[in-house]
Each structure stands twice: as C-alpha cells, then as structure tokens.
C-alpha cells in the first residue's frame, strides 16, 4: 500500500506594519510557523507601510494588485493576514483576490481544533470558532465557496458558514452549558487539592518554550512533546516529590502567543485559571529565541489580563545549551531566575532547591516532642510539610520541621 500525500496548500503572509519600530517581520515569521503547524507552506510575503489598516479591505489598492500578481506568480491557493479581519475586509478581499482568504485568528483556531483531544479542549475550540463565526458569518460567507476544505475549515463536525445566526447561538448555548459542567469538576477537583495541603505550581510559558518538556523531565508524565506551536493544549497536573520529601502538583498550561484570539482566552478561562489558583509560577523561556523579551513581555500581560498577580515567579531560561551565550538574560519581574535545559536536564537540581525555599516561605516551623502515641501526626508532618529532623527519645519522639501556615492554624491546637 502506497500512502498518497494531500497536496500542502500554498499560502501568503500579509501584514502591515504602522509604524518603524514595530515587529512586524518577528510576527510574521511566528504566522509562517502557524501555518507550517496546520499543515500548510508559505510561499510569499506582502508588508504594506502604512499609518493604519485601510478599512476596507486591510491593505490598499497598490499593494492588492501586488498581491494578486504574486498570488498568479506562486500558484498560491489562499492567503492568511496577520491581523484580525473585520467582516467587511474579509468579504473585500475576497472578492478583489477570487482566493481563498484567512486571518491570524482563523489560523490559531484551526490549529487548535486540530490537535484538541479531551472532551473539554474539543468544547473549547468548538465554542471559539463559533464565536468568531457568528461575529463573521456575512464577511466570511463568499470565502466559504472557495474553502472547499483544508486549512481554517476544522472544528465544529459538519457545521458550515451558511448555519444561520440561531442555528449557531443555539449551538453556543449547548456548549456553554457544557463547559460549565465541566468547569463545576474543575472546581471540585481545584478545592480537592486545596484542601488535601498540597502546594501547586502551574507552569506558563510561550508556546513551544518547553513547559511540556519540563514537565516529563520532572514527572515522566509522557505528554506530547513537539517542536511546534501549541503541541498540546490540555492541561495535565502531576504529583512532583521533592527532596525533602513534600510532594508538589505541577500543571502545564496552554502556551501564549502574540494576539491570541480574544474568543480562545475566553473559552479556555477554565484551563488558565490553573494559573489563577496555583501557589506559585513556573515562567518557561525559549532563552535560544532571539524574540525572547517580546515573548516575555506577551506572557505577563496575558497574565495580567487574567487578574494573575501576587504569587511568586520562578522564571527558567530554558534551552541554555542552544541560547546565545554572550546574551544579557534577567527578568525583574520574577522572584528567581534560573538557567536550565528541560531536554537535558541540567539546572533541574537547583529548580527543586529554589521550590522548596519558595515554599518554606509560606510555612511554620516547629520544634515539638510527640508522645509515642501521636506518631500519626508525623505522618502528616511528613506529608504536607517538611519534615527535618525525627529523633527517638525515652519520653517520645522529638521533631524538626516546617508546616504550611493554613495546615498549621488548622492542627495547632492539637500540637
């Protein structure tokens, strides 16, 4: 048997860039990787310099005719815009082009729908791009013809552009109601933890920084890891043991990227409050990016639109062996920084060590001989805690050790 590959569609980047400074060039070479993720190849660039976007149809008429000479030129079959287009751009463009045209959005969302496995991603997704239709059902119509599938048309089973408005919002009920439920077990399994004492520490990052490397490193968890944009999308938690011996859950979150879909922020809320409630941040850095305080930048402000604040950051400068190493890196905005290589493992030993000091912050320490009767109490000294010392004596048994101050005030009277 002879597997016949699908042809890779032929695609075209624009952008404009307003202004001089800008990083236009950094995000398409992001867009040239989106499309490489979903499946596609790029085949050319167009960057219009202009003041602002035209209203119309995203780029002028100039650089329209440009396009379509290189479009002819290339045998291109689509085109993807690095902004979100408005309803009326996209119908103009299409129109103008006779091709099939898509946004940075459409793109992110199409990638996302691809690789969403549990039932939660896949209602996620689904639920972002029905959004998105439903604001572009008229604009996006006339480019429905010249879909034909492919690229920007996966997700929602056989729910095409043409389902009408109520048809669509019946359907954005549906799923809302089903997200909530599965957000109610997220909460419950989210107040499980809170109240079994085990710390958290959710692991954020730019997309393809490493986090899910990290996480097997660390755990053996065998999430996917793959270097492409937003190789996974689920969240997975697993029990970390510390030296000490006190156990830590670690959760990998879905990766950021520049103008993430407003609509996939808000469908995947209860996968990034992960973050939200975890006790500390693990901030992953592609440190071999030579964008790495955009990306740095991007990461805190989606944070920041969450409402993440006060918690302690660690931020690991992963990929040490591939980074430049005459770079300056710091991040003032962390509490630690460290350098490490997920892949290979070094700089892992000092991320336990800075962990457990982080915690210790947050903890009691006692001094405390239990009576040969209470030996269970160490137990859960030895569980929740950080247990230092435990020294058999003739009156009982005599303890060192740290305990998380919500753990203490729950049990002190009992001490």
Do not use: W
């Not at 035209?54 to 100039?62: D, N």
């Not at 270097?227 to 030296?243: G, H, I, S, V, Y």
């Not at 915690?359 to 030895?382: D, H, M, P, W």
């Not at 435990?390 to 740290?402: D, L, N």
């Amino acid at each position: 048997m002879f597997e016949i590959e699908e042809p890779k569609e032929k695609l075209i980047l624009v952008a404009v860039s307003e202004r001089d400074d800008d990083d236009t060039q950094e995000s398409l070479d992001e867009l040239e990787e989106l499309v490489s993720t979903a499946g596609g190849i790029t085949v050319g660039r167009i960057v219009q310099n202009r003041e602002r976007i035209h209203p119309r149809s995203y780029i002028g008429k100039g650089k329209i005719e440009e396009l379509i000479e290189l479009i002819d030129e290339q045998k291109a079959t689509g085109i993807v815009c690095d902004d979100e287009l408005t309803p009326a751009q996209m119908r103009n463009l299409t129109n103008d082009l006779d091709i099939k045209v898509m946004d940075r959005t459409v793109l992110i969302l199409d990638i996302f729908a691809n690789r969403a496995t549990t039932k939660e991603g896949k209602i996620q997704v689904e639920l972002a791009q029905l959004k998105h239709r439903l604001t572009h059902l008229v604009g996006m119509r006339d480019s429905l013809s010249r879909l034909g599938g492919g690229i920007g048309t996966r997700g929602p089973g056989e729910m095409k552009l043409e389902t009408d408005r109520r048809h669509i919002r019946n359907r954005i009920s549906v799923l809302k109601q089903e997200l909530e439920q599965v957000k109610q077990t997220r909460d419950t399994l989210r107040e499980s933890r809170s109240k079994s004492n085990i710390p958290v520490a959710a692991i954020v990052g730019y997309t393809n920084a490493g986090k899910s490397t990290l996480l097997n490193t660390l755990t053996d968890a065998g999430v996917l890891e793959e270097n492409k944009l937003f190789a996974t999308l689920d969240p997975t938690t697993r029990k970390l043991e510390l030296p000490s011996g006190q156990q830590l859950l670690l959760t990998d979150t879905v990766g950021f990227i520049r103008k993430l879909p407003h609509n996939l922020v808000e469908s995947f809320q209860s996968t990034l409050e992960e973050a939200k409630y975890a006790d500390i941040i693990l901030h992953v850095v592609d440190s071999s990016n030579p964008d790495v305080y955009k990306q740095m930048h991007i990461v805190y402000e989606t944070l920041k639109s969450l409402g993440i604040k006060d918690k302690p950051i660690i931020t690991l400068f992963n990929k040490d062996d591939l980074r430049d190493k005459d770079a300056i890196l710091k991040d003032v905005k962390a509490d630690y920084t460290l350098k490490i290589s997920a892949k290979h493992g070094t700089g892992l030993d000092e991320l336990l060590e800075v962990l457990e000091d982080v915690l210790r912050e947050n903890k009691v320490y006692i001094e405390k001989v239990f009576s040969f009767n209470e030996a269970g109490k160490i137990q859960t000294i030895r569980k929740y805690g950080e247990l230092l010392l435990e020294e058999y004596q003739a009156e009982g048994i005599f303890v060192k050790a740290y305990l998380p101050k919500d753990l203490y005030e729950k049990i002190k009277h009992q001490l």
